[in-house]
């Protein structure tokens, strides 16, 4: 989700699904504390409701606040760490800040679904390179760090 600036010079605040759910979370709540009478807004609370009920069925929500800012600088970083010999290993996968939201939101399973998310893949990571992408979402998944 993207939240516009209030200042024209300021770019777009990008958030992830499991910030939005939070928000809306922390919304509903603030809400129900402060008035009963919800006559007036029904439409825009039962919206709200089905967004946050899709929302949580999306993987990342899983993740704590933590993790996904771990996950995220990994997916955005391009570090290369120097190894014995002449090999250098790669510490993120340097994709942008909006490919790194798609991926964190969806934590795709299949490199297909990775290319429908990053712009030029085939150009900017090998086969080998997508593997290990793909093994990295897999640990985040299932809270195998790696």
Known sequence: MEVLAKDKSDSPLLL?????????EDRSKSRNEKSRKKIKYK????IEIKVLEY???TPCVDLDKESLDIF????????KLKSSGNTASETGFGLTEA??????NFMPKEKV???LMVEELHTRMTDDRQDELLQ???????????
């Open 113 to 115: 679904e990775i290319h």
């Open 99 to 104: 490919e790194a939201l798609q991926v964190l």
């Open 136 to 146: 990295y979402i897999e640990s985040k998944r299932t809270g195998k760090d790696s």
């Open 16 to 24: 992830s699904n499991a910030e939005v759910a939070q928000l809306l």
């Open 72 to 79: 995220q600088s990994t997916l955005m970083s391009s570090k």
């Open 43 to 46: 439409h825009r609370d039962w």
């Open 55 to 57: 929302l949580k069925t």
